[in-house]
């Protein structure tokens, strides 16, 4: 009999439907029943595409001893903390200030009024490697809540005490200056990996927002020794296995410093971010490569992750199923759907064997590939299987013949079974899609590709506003979920609709995005030292208010929101929200010297503040006329941080950038202006470019 989960709108939550276990999804029901039995709260949090989330459910949570233990002596509540980025955050902090460290699958235990006392993350279900079995935890929790209540109780509330006074230390109100984003690039400079790529040693993530910090930085100050880490490490990772060389776009993270073997889940924020970053690349470098990637990435979202709503999925899980080849031979990922083991494992859609390619390309082409994809008889991943990338070589290859084995290729591993998709959209990525797909469209004459924006823009605006242009966090299959919007939902969609008002020229999307930055003025901003908090003023409370300014895998909602607020405020003139937005940035100030890596995306910001941000307006006869047309593709490359674009007509009131901007002699024109002092404008494409060069 399916437990609480089965109606819930998240994917993962819907995957433990079955589970043995009773299983309530966070609500106030859970604790509620938790006093009543007088039994702790077990927390499990975890998301769709997570290798060891699957596993511990496959171990445990399927296992009917272990859920007869979790159901007698507690009460089991699964968070997806894709849904609940709040709830992960408060409770992942827990983690982190009691072991050191953090990870998913979060396990915590609480008491009913959701104060947590033990913690952990992964447990096996027989000790391993120093850790207890899972049910030997559950035994001593148990044991521990019933003989030695008093201790309990105690630990939890003085937990409770310090997450409730960790109000951080927010620095000043001032914007980071020269000296500080000098020092930043000094920090990132020390952490560089000259031979690799890329920021610190394995796991490597890759560095996205750091990459824009620095192209925006190049573009300011010239700095030859940002664009070169930003652009070398753009190839190295474009080269290696964590890119995905037949299908494009990027895993989530590489296991090793080479950027060779993935874990292979792919996130739509981190195509989203890096679509973005490869195109800002190619705007300041022409790189081929960074065109290619840019245009797959976009393609790969498009193809893969777009939902019939028109709206982006979440992600793609890193296992899959396994199957056995013609042979009886069990294969990663197989030649042809040939009798699937039902056994998933990670990386089985996407590795290759030599004997795999001989049998999809016959033995030439075949050997062309091993050379190409640097495949190897041992090979780079495990049992034999390679991770195909595109090693350095001196050899020069037939291009039209790699064209056509990669088709051959990508049409062989669509037979393979695919990895699971975890459909739920949610708003924050979506916002980071929007503006990556808008932007790329325009840059490289792809019109399907800022269509595909529009219509995300428009479900956002369809589904997850409500009439007071509140946000949810998430929808799926046309159904919008029960949890609030958190900053980051805010900003970001905000973000990808003023990119899509600067693309398309449609003010609307100005509109729409002042409407969400209106609830981050009100609702996310202490008014007296101007910090952010992740969560609304008006939102469920938990223990403690989020409130985190660091950038991760996403832009924090601290940062983006920034961004988002000085971008409208360079659109309108509105100096309420530039203050705001300048006042957040004192936590990159403090941070940004110290911690470059873990805010870039407040570091970029930062670079627009100091380069204006420059404004564009863009007046001719009409949005189809080509001279106007020319004008407009200037601006919207133009490399200098944080740049608006606002187009149309001299008589349009959509934006109020074209205020008082005439034709110039009947010619279309361009308008540049920033920190309250215009240029004159130009009809000139060259002069604009030019003007905008940084």
């Known amino acids: 009999m399916p437990n609480r989960l089965a109606n819930e709108t998240s994917p993962y939550l819907i995957q433990h439907a079955d589970n043995p276990v009773d299983w309530w999804p966070w609500s106030d029901g859970a604790f509620a029943e938790a006093r009543e039995r007088d039994v702790p709260v077990l927390l499990s949090v975890g998301y769709s595409s997570c290798h060891w989330c699957h596993v511990m459910a496959h171990e445990s949570f399927e296992d009917r001893a272990t859920a007869d233990d979790m159901n007698a002596h507690f009460v089991s509540v699964k968070v997806d903390r894709e849904e609940r980025p709040d709830v992960d955050a408060v409770y992942m902090e827990a983690v982190q200030a009691a072991t050191g460290q953090g990870g998913w699958p979060m396990t915590v235990f609480l008491t009913p009024d959701a104060e947590p006392f033990y913690f952990g993350t992964y447990f096996p279900p027989a000790p391993r490697h120093g850790m207890p079995s899972f049910r030997q935890v559950l035994q001593g929790v148990h044991q521990a809540w019933e003989e030695r209540r008093g201790e309990v109780d105690e630990?939890?509330?003085?937990?409770?005490?310090?997450?409730?006074?960790?109000?951080?230390?927010?620095?000043?109100?001032?914007?980071?200056?020269?000296?500080?984003?000098?020092?930043?690039?000094?920090?990132?400079?020390?952490?560089?990996?000259p031979q690799r790529g890329g920021f610190g040693g394995a796991p490597k993530f890759p560095p996205s927002m750091v990459i824009e910090f620095l192209l925006r930085h190049h573009a300011r100050t010239g700095a030859e020794g940002a664009l070169?880490?930003?652009?070398?490490?753009?190839?190295?990772?474009?080269?290696?296995?964590?890119?995905?060389?037949?299908?494009?776009?990027?895993?989530?993270?590489?296991?090793?410093?080479?950027?060779?073997?993935?874990?292979?889940?792919?996130?739509?924020?981190?195509?989203?971010?890096?679509?973005?970053?490869?195109?800002?690349?190619?705007?300041?470098?022409?790189?081929?490569?960074?065109?290619?990637?840019?245009?797959?990435?976009?393609?790969?979202?498009?193809?893969?992750?777009?939902?019939?709503?028109?709206?982006?999925?979440?992600a793609l899980d890193a296992d899959s199923e396994e199957v056995v080849s013609p042979e009886g031979r069990h294969q990663k990922g197989g030649g042809r759907r040939e009798g699937g083991t039902g056994r998933h494992v990670e990386g089985a859609h996407y590795v290759w064997t030599p004997a795999q390619l001989r049998e999809v390309l016959g033995d030439d082409d075949a050997e062309l590939a091993v050379r190409y994809f640097g495949v190897t008889e041992e090979g780079t991943f495990e049992e034999g299987a390679s991770v195909l990338q595109l090693p350095q070589r001196d050899e020069v290859f037939d291009a039209g013949r790699i064209d056509g084995i990669r088709e051959r290729l990508l049409a062989a591993r669509s037979a393979r079974p695919a990895p699971g998709r975890d459909d739920k959209v949610v708003a924050a990525w979506n916002g980071l899609a929007i503006a990556a797909l808008a932007e790329t469209g325009a840059y490289f004459d792809r019109p399907d590709l800022t269509e595909a924006a529009v219509a995300a823009g428009d479900l956002l605006v369809r589904l997850h506003l409500d009439d007071q242009a509140r946000i949810a966090r998430t929808s799926k299959d046309g159904h919008v979920g029960a949890n609030a919007g958190v900053l980051e939902d805010y900003a970001d969609v905000a973000e990808g609709f003023l990119a899509l008002a600067s693309v398309t020229g449609e003010g609307v999307w100005l509109e729409f995005a002042g409407l969400l930055l209106d609830h981050v003025l009100a609702r996310f901003t202490d008014p007296g030292s101007g910090a952010l908090y992740d969560t609304a003023s008006d939102a469920e409370r938990l223990i403690r208010r989020p409130q985190d300014p660091t950038d991760n895998a996403v832009p924090s909602g601290w940062t983006a929101a920034a961004g988002a607020l000085l971008g409208y405020a360079a659109h309108t003139g509105s100096a309420s929200h530039r203050t705001v937005a300048e006042r957040a940035l004192g936590v990159v100030k403090a941070l940004g010297p110290r911690v470059p890596r873990f805010i870039g995306w407040g570091l970029a910001v930062a670079e627009a503040v100091l380069d204006g941000p420059r404004e564009v307006a863009v007046v001719g006869p009409a949005l189809d006329d080509p001279a106007t047309n020319t004008l407009h593709r200037t601006a919207l490359l133009g490399a200098a941080p944080g740049v608006v674009v606002a187009v149309g007509t001299p008589e349009s009131d959509e934006f109020p950038l074209l205020a008082d901007r005439p034709l110039v002699r009947g010619e279309p024109a361009a308008y540049v202006c920033r920190n309250f002092t215009c240029d004159a404008p130009t009809t000139d494409p060259d002069r604009l470019r030019a003007a905008l060069g940084g």
């Open 155 to 193: 630990v939890a509330g003085k937990i409770a005490r310090d997450l409730a006074g960790r109000e951080m230390s927010y620095g000043d109100d001032q914007v980071p200056g020269e000296q500080e984003l000098a020092q930043a690039l000094l920090g990132l400079t020390r952490e560089y990996d």
């Open 228 to 314: 070169q880490m930003a652009r070398d490490t753009c190839e190295r990772m474009a080269r290696g296995g964590i890119y995905d060389q037949l299908g494009g776009g990027f895993a989530r993270y590489s296991v090793d410093r080479d950027w060779v073997v993935p874990h292979f889940e792919k996130m739509l924020y981190d195509n989203a971010l890096l679509c973005r970053v490869y195109a800002h690349l190619w705007r300041a470098t022409g790189s081929e490569l960074a065109r290619r990637v840019a245009l797959e990435t976009a393609d790969f979202m498009v193809r893969e992750l777009r939902t019939s709503e028109g709206g982006f999925a979440s």
